[in-house]
């Protein structure tokens, strides 16, 4: 039988130009379903309705595949989503690009469990949940991510440590966040602001790629 948001999803992925087999779809549609039943015990996200959360979070996440796969040229990374809540993008990548090894970290127990139960449950041995605040990870990683998760100088400051000789941060936002591109310490590089079209959800979205600058000492 058909998931009732099967089409919506094909189309979205038409349009936001994404290739994935009918069983990352699946993996896709199962993950939504997994998200909706557990947010009635757990509160894994403001956004109630399944509809809403197809185009909110399924389809605002899998904007960002496209991006981070021309940034990864295929190569198997790691990748930290910092602040994941439900998942969100650190999931819908993991089904996405099988090559990325997907840690999930939230503070919060109950959130890195789901991260766990979806994992074991959608089949993914590239992804992970981990309770713990990112100050304290102790791991590196090629890409560092977050969505909606705080300010640019936070996310930067905090997940600074685990970020890899030439790793870079990626970061979700609404619109074009001036006034926090405008607080980031003169040791922080933005070297690309990409805008994002989310199919079927009138709001701004973009990419801040991030990098650490390093000083010339001569």
């Known amino acids: ?27 896709l549609l199962a993950y ?16 109630r309705d399944p509809g809403e959360m197809l185009t909110h979070h399924l389809l605002d996440s899998l904007a960002v595949i496209f991006p981070l796969r021309t940034h990864t040229q295929g190569k198997p990374v790691r990748l930290m989503d910092v602040g994941s809540g439900g998942g969100l993008p650190g999931v819908v990548i993991a089904v996405c690009c099988p090559e990325i090894e997907v840690v999930c970290v939230d503070a919060v ?22 309770h713990s605040r990112v100050e ?12 909606a998760f705080a300010s640019l100088v936070d996310f930067t400051q905090w997940s600074r440590a685990s970020l890899r000789e030439g790793g870079v941060w990626m970061a979700m936002k609404a619109k074009h966040p001036v006034d926090e591109l405008a607080q980031l310490p003169s040791d922080v590089s933005v070297f690309h602001v990409e805008q994002l079209e989310v199919p079927g959800l009138g709001a701004e979205r973009c990419i801040i790629w991030m990098k650490p600058h390093v000083e010339d000492a001569s």
């Open 1 to 27: 039988m058909s998931h009732p948001f099967q089409d919506q999803l094909v189309k979205g992925l038409t349009q936001l130009g994404l290739s994935l087999s009918s069983s990352q779809q699946q993996k």
């Open 32 to 47: 939504l379903d997994l998200l909706s039943k557990w947010n009635k015990v757990y509160n894994l996200t403001a956004v």
């Open 109 to 130: 127990a109950k959130k890195a469990a789901f991260i766990q139960q979806a994992a074991g449950t959608l089949g993914l041995p590239n992804l992970r949940g981990v």
């Open 136 to 147: 304290s990870i102790g791991q590196e990683f090629d890409v560092i991510t977050s969505r």
